[in-house]
């Protein structure tokens, strides 16, 4: 077991905030007063929280947590901004986003089990043998890829926006726009992340990113560009379910896509010369 200080008890008691859990089912019904008036702010609270006990602990959990917090206040400022049809469902969406983050975070603290995409990019964390590129990216492709649609899924459900008798086709053309929307939002912010990590972290692991592949270069055009498309059907499939046995054959595929991705995040390969992909190797090596 993990040996983790970050479970937040109360919060999971208040339940801030559900969406479908790594077992494929919710993790109950949200008062929807206390949804609707959430803050973002509070959110990034919750992380700065986090990130103060992973910074106190050397836990390199901090990395990809620093990207998703930056990916937060994007959200944050552009439900501000004329970007959305829906913003009550937009931000409805990025609260129970973040909670699937949250939920896998409490489970790896408590037992060390979690879906697999996540359990590689924390297992990964335990690791100062691999690039700052690479943890950023596992944590990327878990939320992505696994978390992304479960949370959309869920959004959907709560807000009845399948519905059998309403028009269920524009009211999907609706929420896909917004959700094509938040893709558009989160690669803006991709493109900045890789300067912000190289701020926070040392000259050495600047050095050795700098050999390897640009965070922007792989997210945006791979992990993002999987959101636009499969991800959106695989959100209302899962959203479209009759039971609990079919939710999770739709979450298990989920999971599955998304640890074959993690298993292909080697930045090794991306290295342009024999030289820089040498000093990554020894580098690793410990040498």
Known sequence: MPDCACVD???????????????????????MGDRTTARLDELVGRMDER??????????????????????????????????????WTRDLTLRFAETYF?????????????????????????????VVEHALLGINAHIVYDLPRAV???????????????????????????????????RTVDRVQDLLADQ???????????????????????LRYARTQGWHAAVALASCRDADEREVARAHLERLAADYAARIDVEQFVPTRTGRRLVRRWREGG
């Open 9 to 31: 008890p109360a919060a999971t008691a208040a339940g801030t905030c559900v969406a479908y859990r790594s077992d494929g089912e919710t993790t109950g019904a949200m008062h």
């Open 51 to 88: 990130l103060e006990q992973h910074h106190a602990d050397d836990d390199l959990r901090r990395i990809f947590l620093t990207v998703y917090r930056s990916m937060t206040q994007s959200m944050q400022a552009s439900l501000d901004d004329d970007l959305f049809l829906d913003r009550d």
């Open 103 to 131: 939920d896998a975070d409490d489970a790896w603290c408590r037992d060390g089990r979690c879906a697999t995409p996540w359990e590689v990019a924390f297992r990964t964390a335990t690791s100062n043998r691999h690039l």
């Open 153 to 187: 899924a869920a959004t959907l459900v709560a807000h009845g926006d399948l519905a059998e008798d309403g028009d269920t086709a524009v009211v999907l053309a609706r929420r896909r726009f917004d959700y094509d929307a938040v893709n558009h939002v989160l690669a």
């Open 201 to 223: 972290f040392s000259p050495t692991v600047r050095i050795l990113d700098a050999f390897a592949f640009r965070l922007d270069e792989y997210a945006a055009e791979a992990l």
